[in-house]
């Protein structure tokens, strides 16, 4: 610790140096074709000195503090002369260019910094460069709101809501259908039940801006349809900056409350998201004798066969377990609280030009719910008489996560000179969440006639992602060449999760029946390494016409191991003193599962073996398995401006899928999975200028959807509450999908802006997940079904208020509102299972977590002069589809709502998520922040609505945080 805080003081005593001069930056970007110009010359007369625009238009200048007339310059456009430019010392300036072609009316342009507003030349790029449809949000923008990580950050997207706080739900599409990427390269997921990345391994003070491509075009992965999201991390700084944050939070449901719950298992490493072994499955309980074949051992205690020797090795093995207590200890969470650094640096050498971002946080943040719900109801056949529901098995207690996450980044870029530049980037995110649910009021009238039921699960998860990334980006004459490299490790451990279910009689008194497993350990882990590479070459052959190619490839190798160990109690009696049974224990976990209470306990008067608690091998080797997958793709299009209003740009990709999945990692003899196939992926794109303020689009595609490695494996994953398991199927299908977009836009000012988008969708093949419950063990299964249509419409508006009065010029707001209608076929067996208890199923549904509409609204406030800023936030999304019912029960839907006094919903009506942030800024250098989140203290409620009554199916109450954040920051 002490070298971290040595590091730091030099930081800081770094800035009296650095901070005599200021620094004058921006981008100079083509004003009728939106791109950024290299080469721009950028002089300063007073001292007759300056720069020129580098690959990415930036020009980067350090002067005196003053005020200064720039010129800028290029040989085939006019000349722009920017007068009253000021420079303030150890502060950036940033004067962002638009810089017209030459015509012979005017050979140069006069204006002052007074009159630009630097969001002038990213609005050009918005709204002329992008050839995909996007939409997106800056690095500003997400400080301004408070978002802690790159998934919150997305809720505020035209069109987009966040799937369990991770996975981003792109136009009514789950992450099936949309890729995450960084930096132009697809993120892997430590998920193995998830196609695409959990956003929240990035935090937001990584972020530069995220940008949300709505439409295909050739040079983008053909596996995504309804967004592509990119998280472009911090380049090359302008100067020496160094920012400190730190936050503390308040919540009213979990904050000091001694009804959280921990593992006892702990250690010196928790607080870090890190397992210091104490969780790990023992290296001797893989193919363990004692563990494989216990029953006969169990025969040879009861025939008192076993030599000391063999006792001795037997005891020691089953007494191992009982360090993993399934017994909890209260716990009193306290603040969370979290530390963000970032610091970086440009440094000259002539005209090569070197830089560093470097950033660090943690974080650490506990979430209790006291009044946790989870129940699953079946349904009888409709007769007419009344609710058909009936409940199976219902579950009511609490929840208590004690979650840490911490990361790295950092990025260095060489700029040879404005041609050449290139950068290498690593970024290690990890990520521990620690749970106890503990369901200690619920019933079982699914298997029990009377009594309750309780059951407890302890679990400990720890997703790791190191990505490592060198890329470049070179220009020679009218060529341009964008190559990168990745090599990714990511993985999920998930240690020792422990499992007990019990009925518990009406005098107290636990047991176990057979309609219930018995208690057992669990343990999981997923080892994923990835290597990407991609090249993209542009031609311009001339202002009006280009060619852009390139090729991609990616490798991903997969090894998940999953193990379960579980309880035996056969051979035991009751009756013996020696031996606690768990009726006699009634709830004393601690006793029940201890040293002393398993193994062999010792003999008796007869000189009979006494036998306690045992352990046996349930591993079915099929839930392992090892898989592949590989995608080499090349692409070719082009664009051309037809006019100075017409613009078209298309061509096609053409992808190499190659997965395979070898379920059994001991060498059983099972079904493998696997997709060989080769699809060709046309795009098509019109955009017609109307004028300088707004363009008409017009977008056509196809593209698909992959299945990933855990759907093609055929095994069945248990549901550890009492829900049906889920089995993979080898010979599942790729998806394809057709595309058709429609966008009107218009930047009226700068930071205003008004778009509507239409978009239909045709699948092909979509994957659903169906439930087979005809048979025995109703069980979900991955199947292709034969079509699937999604249509909707977006329209997003921003606009600075000072239009109504001009003491409102320092507010604006913004909104978008998506409405998104759907329809996917039921599988044929599920559809014909289902109509045979209820004719008038209906032979459709939504695609999963589709959202009939979307709200995003916000209303800001900002004065630099005064240094206060403030935004008032609120997101409002439709009731959508959850999981799919059971027999001729409803679907089950997901919505933020109000529970009445009897635990359920009155209406299917969502409650906005609201959140308020008032920031300060004070002595040019610091800022304090308070936010509050879920404003009108909303529950997530999963349901079933039957004759107009809502079943609770899932509940949990997030409670109201409040947030005081501090910020320290140079530059």
Known sequence: MKYFFSILISLLLAVPALAQKGTLTGVVVDEQTGEEMIGVNVYVPSISDGGVTDINGKYNIRLNPGTYTVEFSYITHQKKIVEDVEVREGEVTQLDITM?????????????????????????????????????????????????????????????????????????????????????????????YRNSASLDLIPSSMVDNIVVKKTFSPDLPGNFTGGAVDITTKSLPDRYYLRLSTSVSFNDQTTFNENFLGDPINNSLSRLGFDDGSRKKKSDWSDNEYLNRLNLYLIQIQNNQLSDQDISAFNSTMQSFSDRPFYVQQETPGLDHSLNISFGNRHYFGETQLGYNVGINYSKSFSQYDEREINNYTARIPDGSGSRMQEFQLNNGSESIDEVNNGLIGST????????????????????????????????????????????????????????????????????????????????????????????????QYFYVREVQLPFHFFRDLDDTQYNGKLDLEYKFSNKFSVKSGGFFTKKDRNFNEFRFQLENNGTDASNSEFLSFREASGNFANYFSRNNTGILGRDGNGDLILGLTYRDQTRPENSYEGSEQVAAGYLMGVWDISEKLKVFGGARIEHTDFSITPGSRGESVTEGGINEVDILPSMNVIYALNEESNLRFSGSQTLARPNMRELAPFASFDLLGGFPVVGNPDIDRTNVINLDIRYEIFPNAGEMLAASAFYKDFTNPIVRELDVASDQPQYQYVNTNNGRLFGFEMEFRKELDFIADALRNFKFSTNFTYTSSRVDLGENELKTRRNLDPSIKAFRPFPFQSPYLVNMMLMYENSQ???????????????????????????????????????LTSSRPLPDMSFRVQKSFLNRMSASLSINNLLDYSVVQYQEDQGTYFTNSALNPGRTFKLSFTYRIN
């Open 100 to 192: 017209s072609q030459s015509n012979q009316e005017l050979d140069e342009v006069i204006i002052s910094a007074r009159r630009i507003d630097n969001n002038e030349a990213s609005l050009l790029r918005l709204q002329k460069k992008s050839l995909p449809v996007q939409d997106g949000i800056s690095s500003e923008e997400i400080n301004r709101i408070g978002f802690s990580n790159s998934a919150e950050s997305m809720r505020q997207v035209t069109g987009a809501s966040v799937e369990g706080g991770k996975f981003i739900v792109m136009r009514g599409l789950g992450d099936r259908y949309s890729i995450s990427s960084m930096d132009g390269i697809v993120l892997p997921t430590t998920n193995p």
């Open 413 to 508: 870029t060489l700029q040879v000179d404005e041609k050449n530049e290139i950068t290498f980037t690593t970024i290690y995110n990890n990520n521990a969440t620690e749970s106890v649910l503990d369901m200690q009021n619920g019933a079982y009238p699914g298997a029990l006639s009377s009594g309750s039921y309780n059951n407890r699960v302890i679990s400990f998860v720890q997703r790791e992602l190191f990505n490592n990334q060198l890329k470049g980006r070179h220009n020679f004459s009218n060529l341009e060449v964008r190559w990168s490299g990745n090599y990714v490790k990511s993985s999920q451990y998930e240690p020792n999760t422990r499992f007990i279910g019990s009925p518990v009689d009406e005098s107290g």
């Open 866 to 904: 005064t240094g206060w800023d403030a935004a008032l936030y609120a997101n409002i999304a439709g009731a959508r589809l959850a999981a799919n019912g059971s027999g001729a029960a409803p679907d089950i839907y997901e919505v933020n709502g109000k529970l009445n006094d009897e635990g359920r």
